[in-house]
Structure formats: C-alpha cells, structure tokens
C-alpha cells in the first residue's frame, strides 16, 4: 500500500480542483490521478484513513466521494481488501450513418466478439411489435436476445423481434443476424434508429458487469427491405461508459441550398 500511496499522492502538497461539494472535488482530484495513470486498472486505493489525512478532509468526505466513483463505475471495492481501480472498458466508436450488425461492427476494428445467448423462440407477439412489424392476427415472431462481449468485457443487451414469416426458426442463428438474412434476401437496407440515456436497472447493470444506476444507451431499431417493409426490431442496451455514436452532419445539397432550404 506504501507504494501505491506515495505513487498516488506525489511528493507535491495535495490541491484538489475546487468548486461544488467537498467530496465531488475529491473524486475529480482522485479520477484525476487514474486519468493520468498515477494508479493503475486494479490497484488499490490508499485507505480511507490515509486519504482523510493526506488531503485533510473528514473520513466521511472521503467515503461519498468513493462512494459516487464506484456508482461511476470508476472503483470497485471488494469486501475486507479494500477499493481498487476498475479495469478499463475499451470504448468502441459506432458510426450513425452506416446499418451494420454488431459482428460485422467489431470485426471491422479487429475485435473479437462472442455472445451469450439469453433468449431464442417463437412466441405471440406483443401489441408493439404486432403494431411496428405489420403483423395480422394469429402472426408469430422470433425473438433473439444475446449478450453481446469482446473478450471477457460485456458491451451491449441485443433483443432483435423478426417475423417468422422472415425467421422461422431463431435457433439457426449462431454468429451474425445479418449475414443469415442476406442468404435469404432478406437483410435491411435501412432503418430508423432512436437512441436515449438512462441509467441501467439492476438486471442489465448484473449482465453488463456494472453497479446498478450506471449509464447506459437505450438505442430502438426499425430496419427496412428496400420494399418499405419493416423487417426487424431491436431493442439494445448499451453500456455507456463503452460506446461512442458518431454522425457525419452536413448541410443540405446544393439544390436544396439553391433554393434556400437549410
């Protein structure tokens, strides 16, 4: 602990960033510290006694800024070893403008991805998804859920709902969802995505391997044949602390600023 303390610490006095509550300058003062690597993923953390020396603040200001970096997901403390560093998550950058599946996604980027399947069947649909797919009376849907990794780290919840008249049987499904619809002319060509931010309730934080109340992406799908016809529809969570979505903008085409839309 001595080491890590006098790596963590430095041989300068002590300033932590002002403005706010004391324990929220502390924590920026401490994520700092991570941020520029004077602790790394998985050592420990000075104790709460050394910090409330060191930085001459109270113990219980010490323990709500180290409570609110394990909610960040920041630490992570294990009972009677103490608090520690979380690992990294490697942050995947997404593009808005292009419709891939999440295998073809990350193989683009030379990661490897598994999945763990949580649910494949046949069941009766919802009045959502009756109503989004375009479904009539006694139609059944194929649902695919999976917990979508790259390596031992959990990204993303993928709940994909498909007609059976486009996925008979969900089962046939083993890696890509997409390259199996396209053996069948059957792989979207566009799609309308919505995307929100809302922290992750206990069961998705259990199965992204985050605290309860962390940051998440809730991101719903509706993918079109290039007939117009709705082919599928997706509902993802994603972990917030590992995605970035980015978008090209651009302001309209000349013919349309000709005219003197914008």
Do not use: C
């Not at 930085?55 to 323990?63: A, E, F, G, K, L």
């Not at 979380?86 to 997404?94: K, M, S």
């Not at 849907?141 to 008249?165: Q, Y």
């Not at 890696?175 to 919505?194: F, W």
């Amino acid at each position: 602990m001595a080491e890590v303390s006098d790596s963590f610490f430095g041989s300068e006095p002590v300033i932590v960033p002002t403005g706010g509550p004391l324990y929220l300058q502390l924590k920026r003062w401490i994520e700092g510290a991570i941020t520029r690597g004077d602790i790394k993923p998985g050592d420990a953390l000075p104790s709460e006694r050394d910090l409330a020396m060191r930085v001459d603040v109270s113990r219980v200001t010490v323990r709500k800024a180290v409570q609110q970096l394990v909610k960040d997901g920041i630490v992570i403390q294990r009972h009677g070893s103490g608090t520690f560093v979380a690992p990294r998550t490697p942050r995947v950058e997404q593009s808005l403008s292009q419709l891939t599946s999440f295998t073809e996604d990350m193989a683009r980027r030379g990661m490897s991805v598994r999945s763990q399947w949580l649910d494949r069947g046949v069941y009766v649909p919802s009045p959502e998804e009756t109503i989004v797919l375009g479904l009539s009376s006694g139609d059944r849907v194929s649902r695919i859920a999976r917990l979508r990794l790259t390596g031992e780290t959990p990204l993303a919840i993928e709940r994909a709902t498909l007609s059976t008249a486009v996925l008979p049987d969900p089962s046939v499904i083993t890696t890509s969802l997409y390259a199996h619809l396209e053996k069948s002319g059957n792989r979207p060509v566009r799609a309308i995505q919505r995307i929100r931010a809302a922290n992750l309730d206990e069961a998705e934080a259990h199965l992204l391997a985050v605290p309860a109340g962390s940051a998440g992406l809730y991101i719903e799908r509706i993918s079109y044949l290039a007939t117009g016809k709705v082919v599928e529809f997706t509902r993802s969570v994603y972990r917030g602390d590992a995605y970035d979505f980015v978008a090209e903008l651009r302001i309209g085409d000349s013919s349309a600023q000709g005219s003197g839309q914008l």
